[in-house]
């Protein structure tokens, strides 16, 4: 079964421009949540989505947004990027997102803003 | 204070011998899961284990192991028969809160494994 899947891979953007990422989850795993990973640190939660209503939400400015689709895929929307926002965006996903579900991650997207 | 602790720097390991990972966390809540994930120089975070707050084993996953001190707030991550495949960073992470509750994961800032030949 394929895992997580994200795309684009790589992405360079100039500040002010506005981004979407995409991330598939795993069959079957109704969650899907999204973590910011600046180079050198662990990954920071930014949101969590389970059956398309937003669960949580990290802390982050509202340039930040994301959103759930009904065959469970999800995307994250960041506008008017700044220099800060390059970074591997990760997506995981979890069969319920239920505390105690196991977190499977993609292999992310590596976002550059020039 | 940080919720997740990691300060060993740089840590080598001579292939096919044990070594481990440490990591100390801080929470009030008494139901919390702790994890470990791998991440490669590609990116992805590859889960290893999972301790539970109320398991009273601790878990274990074929070479990996999580030494679990709870009146210590340690979860320590035991790696033996070191490959040159675990060459990685490992993230020590905590999910706190009720069963119901969302599942966001608090990481450590990690911890660089080199494996000698």
């Known amino acids: 079964d394929a895992g997580v899947t994200q795309s684009p891979t790589h992405l360079i953007k100039t500040r002010g421009q506005h981004v979407t990422l995409r991330c598939s989850p795993i069959?079957?795993?109704?969650?899907v949540s999204w973590y910011q990973q600046v180079l050198g640190q662990g990954p920071q939660f930014i949101f969590q989505?389970?059956?398309?209503?937003?669960?949580g939400r990290g802390n982050f400015p509202d340039r930040f947004s994301a959103r759930q689709f009904p065959n469970y895929s999800s995307e994250l929307n960041v506008n008017a990027l700044l220099l800060g926002d390059s970074a591997l965006y990760l997506c995981?996903?979890?069969?319920?997102?239920?505390?105690?579900?196991?977190?499977?991650f993609g292999a992310g997207t590596r976002l550059s803003v020039l | 204070a940080q919720k997740i602790t990691q300060t060993q720097p740089g840590m080598f390991v001579q292939e096919k011998e044990a070594v481990t990972l440490d990591c100390t966390y801080d929470?009030?809540?008494?139901?919390?899961?702790l994890f470990w994930y791998k991440q490669p120089s590609s990116g992805e975070m590859i889960f290893l284990i999972y301790?539970?707050?109320?398991?009273?084993q601790n878990a274990t996953e074929g070479r990996y192991s999580l030494n679990f001190q709870k009146a210590r707030k340690s979860a320590n991550l035991v790696i033996s028969a070191s490959q040159l495949g675990d060459s990685a960073m490992y993230f020590c992470?905590?999910?706190?809160?009720?069963?119901?509750?969302?599942?966001?994961?608090?990481f450590g800032k990690g911890i660089t494994l080199s494996v000698r030949p």
């Open positions: 995981a996903s979890s069969m319920t997102g239920a505390s105690g579900d196991i977190q499977y």
């Open positions: 069959s079957g795993h109704k969650s």
């Open positions: 989505y389970y059956e398309k209503e937003e669960r």
């Open positions: 929470t009030s809540d008494q139901s919390y899961g």
């Open positions: 301790q539970g707050s109320y398991d009273e």
């Open positions: 992470a905590m999910r706190e809160g009720r069963t119901g509750a969302n599942s966001k994961l608090t």
